[in-house]
């Protein structure tokens, strides 16, 4: 097992960084009130940034880049809808929510339709919604970890972080995430910005890199291309055994931009996609509602001291994201052009998910020391990404079983005190099922399973 000590050094940091501001922050945790609501005194600055920490998930430090190579332009449908989202929380949601005054969404349900039905379908739609956003942080926990330490299963990962973060919720709750999440924006901001001004000062613009990949050699053609009639259903095609007219202006990776030779082939498309202009709309419609419908980010805007804040909060966190969003995609052109060998990962295209974090193995190639710290420095970035985005799901998801379950529907009468004891129950029973299932989606793609908890969230949540 080759580990190396940069990579180790700054992953550690964040961790450990993360468990003292969280026992530090639990300190100041002293009502239910900070536990579900961090006391609704957090400045309209830390919670834009503290927003923004927990919504830059997995999905968006590793995912994005990892679909922008393996997809294409195509995939910067994500991140642009991911930022738009909140200008449906601004203009229609974020002041009308925080002026109602709930602890929960829930809560809210209840109160705005009369009826103690609503709670009990809105804290299934908490949950079922958490638990589809947790199993991709998960993943990349897993990937992460595996990255860090080669050799190392990927339940390890899963379970290290899992734990950690269960941890400082149960002894903080919402009071004691809400300054670990902001700082841990910044860190992702950092790690996943410096990389990219480095890589392209070594190496150049993209251009210039697209001029400098067209060999032959470096592409990675399939053994085998030819047009072949369509099939009969259930006929079984064989593959002649002859491979592609080699083509100048092939590049890494073998795709779309081959496009000499597929005339040279003679391929043309099989069929027609009349639905392809559906599908897009689809996606839109369910990321720019599903961003204005998810719970763990709504109930953020209870922890403002008023309805005005928490619009000013929303326009912070439009400002900080749309920055944000700028760097993952150059990540993926990069990756299209220096690693295609990720292409050919052990379940297919699941290995881009690592460009951010294989990517700045070129300027160690170049000048040693300098490229571990940067790699050390994105592992970082992936590990505040993660580590933010499941603290606020597992705040979230604790909340509604505490608050909406046992204190509202199992004992009404419960005291404060015993609130906040339940809550801490829940942490770890939360914390324990998103572990296991965690550990059992290493094959999906992180954008998959985050784009089926925004389709959820768009169909329940926003109406």
């Known amino acids: 097992m080759n580990i190396d000590p940069w990579i180790l050094a700054f992953s550690a ?58 997809s294409g332009y195509d995939a910067l449908w994500y991140p642009v809808c991911y930022a738009c989202g909140y200008l449906f929380l601004l203009l229609f949601i974020a002041g009308p929510l925080r002026r109602f005054g709930a602890y929960t969404i829930p809560d809210f349900a209840e109160g705005r339709y009369d009826s103690p039905v609503f709670r009990k379908i809105a804290v299934c739609f908490v949950l079922f919604i958490g638990f589809f956003y947790t199993m991709p942080q998960m993943k990349g926990a897993g990937v992460t970890l595996s990255y860090i330490f080669p050799g190392l299963s990927y339940w390890v990962g899963v379970a290290v972080v899992g734990v950690v973060i269960t941890l ?122 599903g961003t204005a419908g998810l719970p763990h980010i709504l109930v953020r805007f209870y922890t403002n001291p008023d309805g005005v804040a928490a619009k000013r909060t929303t326009m912070w966190v439009m400002i900080l994201i749309g920055v944000f969003y700028v760097f993952p995609p150059i990540f993926g052109v990069l990756g299209r052009n220096f690693m295609p060998d990720l292409y050919t990962g052990l379940s297919g295209i699941k290995g881009t998910d690592q460009v951010v974090l294989k990517l700045p193995i070129l300027i160690r190639e170049k000048y040693g020391v300098l490229g571990s710290i940067l790699s050390g420095i994105t592992c970082a970035g992936a590990f505040a990404a993660f580590m933010s985005t499941f603290s606020g799901l597992l705040v979230s998801m604790t909340g509604a079983l505490a608050h909406d379950v046992y204190g509202r529907m199992l004992k009404p009468s419960a005291t404060a005190e015993e609130r906040m004891k339940m809550f801490k129950w829940c942490a770890v029973l939360v914390g324990t099922v998103s572990v296991i299932l965690g550990s059992m989606v290493e094959p999906l793609e992180i954008n998959f399973m985050v784009s089926q908890a925004f389709a959820i969230a768009a169909a329940s949540y926003f109406p």
């Open 13 to 70: 940091v964040t961790v450990i960084v993360t468990i003292i501001m969280g026992f530090r922050s639990a300190k100041s945790s002293k009502s239910a009130s900070d536990f579900f609501v961090a006391g609704r005194s957090v400045s309209v600055g830390w919670n834009a940034s503290a927003i923004s920490g927990e919504y830059l998930s997995a999905a968006s430090f590793m995912g994005i880049a990892g679909m922008v190579m393996s």
């Open 168 to 289: 400082n919720v149960a002894l903080g709750g919402m009071k004691g995430i809400t300054l670990v999440q902001a700082v841990q924006y910044w860190i992702k901001m950092f790690a996943i910005s410096l990389p990219i001004f480095v890589i392209m000062s070594v190496y150049g613009g993209y251009g210039q890199n697209l001029s400098l990949n067209r060999a032959t050699q470096d592409a990675s053609p399939p053994p085998a291309i030819e047009r072949v009639e369509k099939p009969e259903k259930g006929a079984r095609i064989v593959m002649p055994e002859k491979t592609a007219p080699k083509d100048e202006a092939w590049i890494a990776p073998f795709g779309p931009l081959t496009t000499k030779a597929a005339k040279a082939a003679g391929l043309t498309p099989e069929e027609t996609r009349p639905y392809a202009l559906l599908y897009t709309f689809s996606l839109i419609v369910a990321l720019v509602c």
